[in-house]
């Protein structure tokens, strides 16, 4: 294509032969790619007065582009991650378009330049047996929906498939026998099979029956036979969690995600003395670094770390301050006797 400063014209290129044709990318990285864009046209339309066909890229300069993550932040309140998935996906528009204009080399330059946010490395959110054991009696098994709830978190569980992965999935890519498995398309394309134990199997082949009268060859449906969105996964999620919660009162002081179920699969592993190039395997992680943060988030794992170290040796003494000491506490407390004043 010819290349123009008109910003429409590179955008579409950007996602028909980058995108699509290039990198292949799947679906949800276009998705949310597209949804960047989406953010920055509506902050552009605001911001310069101008419908997102009249924009060309001089309109969005280096300055443009640090007021719109300012404003991603200090308006929306997005998160240091969202962020950066924001910055990735303008980082791969420039750099698409960087060999084709070089008359725009120092805008460029600037905005490839631009670093990520720094985020805290917080300690994962996973539910333990007790947890999980009152999460999966919530959802009513009288009803269809009930039993597909009750699936899709057991399910989740066990494999500790992303939610991507699990609302996408097909009857045919279940492999029955005696080691079922099931075949899924993950993260960058990846395409793996994960084993089922046998109990998810058993849910998973109870459920098979309930949904044989949907016309659908979609695992989770929704009650039309359509694909379930994630915000409908959470919906369910958050649910259940509320039910459960009665029971179960530690829930109420936890906020689950889909993508919990998927830390409390790694962390159930953990406990089984399982190792984490097998965890890494089994999440599909691409790299060991993402599996290390699960050591740190169990306290009993700690415990057991720290006890074959020998004890210290060192005894405790209680600190007796002199008279002279005393006295001086006793005049900044403005006490006689010794007691403080509140």
């Not at 097909?170 to 084993?195: F, L, N, P, Q, Y």
């Not at 020998?310 to 007796?320: C, G, I, Y």
Request: aromatic content about 8%; some cysteine; charged content about 25%.
């Amino acid at each position: 294509m010819k290349f123009t400063k008109q910003l429409s014209d590179l955008l579409q290129a950007f996602f028909d032969e980058r995108m699509m044709g290039e990198m292949n990318a799947s679906p949800h990285t276009r998705a949310s790619y597209s949804y960047t864009f989406q953010l920055l046209l509506q902050y552009a339309k605001k911001k310069l007065k101008k419908p997102p066909s009249q924009l060309t890229l001089d309109d969005i300069n280096y300055k443009f582009i640090r007021d719109f993550l300012d404003h991603l932040v200090e308006i929306r309140n997005i998160k240091p991650q969202s962020l950066n998935i924001r910055l990735a996906a303008i980082r791969s528009f420039f750099r698409y378009i960087e060999p084709h204009m070089p008359e725009y080399s120092a805008l460029i330059t600037k905005v490839l330049a631009i670093k990520d946010k720094k985020t805290n490395a917080k300690l994962v959110d996973y539910l333990n047996d007790k947890e999980v054991e009152a999460l999966l009696k919530a959802p009513d098994q009288q009803t269809w929906l009930g039993c597909r709830d009750h699936c899709l978190l057991a399910f989740a569980i066990q494999t500790g498939l992303r939610l991507a992965e699990i609302i996408s999935l097909r009857w045919k890519d279940v492999h029955w026998g005696e080691h079922a498995s099931i075949h899924c398309m993950g993260k960058g394309r990846k395409e793996r099979d994960t084993a089922l134990n046998r109990q998810t199997t058993k849910i998973l082949h109870a459920w098979s029956e309930h949904d044989s009268s949907l016309p659908s060859d979609i695992i989770f449906p929704t009650i039309t036979g359509n694909l379930m969105s994630p915000d409908a996964v959470q919906y369910l999620v958050n649910k259940y969690t509320e039910i459960a919660a009665k029971n179960c009162p530690s829930l109420r002081d936890k906020k689950i995600t889909p993508h919990v179920l998927r830390h409390t699969t790694a962390m159930r592993l953990l406990h089984k003395k399982t190792g984490l190039a097998a965890i890494a395997l089994f999440l599909g992680h691409e790299s060991l670094k993402t599996t290390y943060k699960y050591l740190s988030a169990s306290v009993e794992l700690i415990e057991e770390i720290m006890r074959p170290i020998n004890p210290l040796k060192t005894k405790t003494s209680r600190f007796r301050p002199s008279d002279k000491t005393l006295m001086f506490l006793k005049n900044i407390s403005g006490s006689k006797n010794g007691r403080g004043h509140t």
